[in-house]
């Protein structure tokens, strides 16, 4: 029998309980603290219940807090190696959902521990155990250089609105990322006072910059309007920059060992698919893990919140939409990865083509590259085969044809009384049950509100 330990973490201690198949409790509540003491007491505790049960496998749930639950985690998987013991982290939105569904009306740390142990019991499809110890290493480090990247960003705009006052016709050369020549010339002349002073010969010695440019940028500087010229600002500027080429070199580095310890083959497929560098990908692969949690990929788009919506109320005109639900980060690396590869990948670039000449906004098309890179690096880790975009072309082939749009749905819906006029309804629905009418006895004329997949289809059917 499978033994099920749910485990709610707080700061500096963690409240326990067993549940069998059957939801019984075979073990109440008890709290440990998270100390040396606390965990050789959970270890005991662990061997004694083994020896006194018939134990298959006892499987321990953490929800996932960001870092309080860390400890007790690692610490499972450590015990590994001498019981038969696995352990899983869960989204606590789900334990949430779960709660509410079985009514119950108090929280505290003992029926959260239980709530934990239930939710593992009902949905053993949800729980993921794999998660390698070179993953988790790899994903803090990632934490640490994106918290680095938002430093470095905040240096930037703070950059930006003194260099409006210092140096503001310097800001039209401004654009992501700032052009080298542009650092070079703002630690030289960080305002629009020392620039109008400096020699045009001087200014062109830097690279990128042409006699005409340095004659250009020396004039604009003459007819400055800047407020700040003091040396105060000219200090501000110099430290920001500086700070900002370190985070850089601090940012790269980091990269670079990263790619180098934790050089895994998941990495290499995702960098097959052409336009993807190695940022990207490490990106990628943190936020999905072990592609062998998401059944299909349906369920790594809902991870990553591209998948479509179709919403629709009473009369109101539906449409379909990316949720967009889900944490923002996963979905930001999908996006720079989407615009990367169509600017870089034929194949991408075409399918990206082929969307605007549909009719689809910009946007929306970049939407449906996410969408099916996500597919498509989802196929490459599945199968663990480099990118071919043949073998994608003959899976769009393989699907088949849509269905006329005439939603049969709505006809169920209407399986005991047929569509009509005859009710006290708004004037838009009466409309559109009429247009229903005339599509489905073929006479939909060729002005109606219908969309042109609609007409296509009647015309197939006549």
């Known amino acids: 029998m499978n033994f099920y330990l749910g485990i709610d973490v707080s700061k500096g201690y963690a409240d326990f309980t067993m549940l069998n198949e059957k939801f019984e409790i075979v073990e109440e509540n008890f709290q440990l603290d998270d100390n040396f003491e606390g ?3 959970l270890y005991n505790f662990l061997t004694a219940f083994i020896l006194n049960n018939d134990v298959d496998m006892i499987i321990a749930g953490v929800e996932s807090t960001g870092s309080l639950e860390n400890n007790w985690h690692e610490n499972i998987v450590n015990f590994q190696d001498f019981i038969p013991i696995k352990i899983t982290r869960i989204n606590p939105i789900g334990i949430n959902n779960a709660s509410k569904a079985t009514m119950n009306r108090n ?3 003992a029926i959260s521990s239980r709530n934990i142990a239930e939710f593992m019991i009902r ?17 803090r480090v990632w934490s640490l250089i994106r918290l680095f990247k938002k430093q470095k960003t905040q240096l930037l ?3 930006q609105i003194v260099l409006y006052s210092s140096n503001p016709e310097i ?6 990322p700032a052009p080298q020549w542009l650092i070079t010339l703002l630690k030289m002349y960080p305002t629009a006072k020392k620039l109008a002073r400096a020699k045009i010969k001087k200014v062109a010695s830097i690279p990128y910059v042409s006699l005409e440019k340095a004659e250009k940028l020396i004039a604009d500087a003459k007819e400055s309007i800047a407020s700040y010229t003091d ?4 200090e501000m500027i110099i430290m920001t920059l500086n700070h900002i080429e370190a985070l850089d070199k601090t940012i790269n580095n980091a990269i670079q060992k990263m790619r ?12 097959s698919i052409p336009g993807l560098g190695e940022n990207t990908a490490v990106g990628l692969l943190i936020e999905i893990g072990q592609v062998e949690r998401f059944i299909n ?3 790594l788009a809902s991870f990553f919140g591209v998948h479509p919506i179709f919403k629709i109320s009473g009369d109101g005109k539906g449409s379909f939409r990316m949720s967009k639900k889900g944490r923002k980060e996963p979905r930001r690396i999908l996006f720079l990865a989407a615009f990367t590869a169509i600017q870089h990948n034929e194949y991408f670039k075409a399918y990206y083509n082929a969307q605007l000449e549909n009719g689809m906004a910009k946007m929306a098309a970049i939407g449906k590259v996410m969408h099916k890179l996500l597919r498509i690096v989802y196929g490459v880790l599945k199968n663990k085969q480099p990118f071919n975009a043949e073998i994608d072309r003959k899976n769009i082939n393989k699907k088949p044809s849509k269905k006329c749009p005439i939603t049969k749905k709505e006809n169920k819906a209407r399986r005991f009384q047929k569509l009509g006029t005859n009710a006290p309804i708004s004037n838009r629905q009466s409309r559109k049950r009429k247009e229903q009418q005339m599509a489905q006895d073929g006479n939909l004329p060729s002005g109606a509100g219908s969309s042109a997949a609609q007409k296509d289809c009647i015309k197939k059917m006549e």
């Open 171 to 176: 800001l039209k050369y401004w654009y992501s």
């Open 123 to 139: 949905f053993p499809e949800r729980l993921y155990f794999t998660q390698s110890n070179k993953m988790s290493e790899m994903k």
């Open 39 to 41: 965990h050789s007491k």
């Open 157 to 159: 705009n703070h950059l």
């Open 260 to 271: 180098q310890e934790f050089d895994i083959p998941e990495l290499h497929l995702i960098e």
């Open 297 to 299: 990929p349906k369920k």
């Open 231 to 234: 040396h105060t600002s000219e």
């Open 107 to 109: 929280i505290t740390d």
